[in-house]
């Protein structure tokens, strides 16, 4: 099953942050990575900042044939257990208004696709919600997407 992560970074060692975290995946997923997009600079979004973003993403085949929302929600808990072991704290913040706060930080770990799947919790959504109002996500996604992921969400990529 083909799984695939937004990888961003605006803090420290850029290029480094991002190979840290690719190392990390590998390791807690117990697998390698099978595909992983060129690496894009950005300017950020959400939010102002003098700190410019490194952006990448990475493909996952996974072997099973579908994942539980149990399942997906421990893919979560291991997105954000990298996101503190390399520094990064707090917990989303939201305005008045119910808009997500943004900030710098070390590393953001985002899952986007897990197979064909749709899922919708409060902890988590699959697909990522923010995919197409994202090229920073989109133009590094698209490097490493296969024709049948894409398939499988035309209103995300046939538009």
Known sequence: MEVYFSLGTNLGDRQANLCRAVSLLDLKLGTSHTS?????????????????????????????????????????????????EMGRTGSPRWDKDGKRIYTDRPIDIDILFIGDQRISTPRLTVPHPGIVDRDFVLIPLREILSEETAASFPEIFLR
């Open 36 to 84: 992983l997009s060129s690496f894009l600079e950005t300017e950020p979004w959400g939010f102002e900042s003098s700190e410019r973003f490194l952006n990448a993403a990475i493909r996952y085949d996974l072997p099973v044939s579908g994942v539980s929302v149990e399942e997906a929600l421990h893919l979560l808990e291991v997105c954000k257990e990298i996101e503190q």
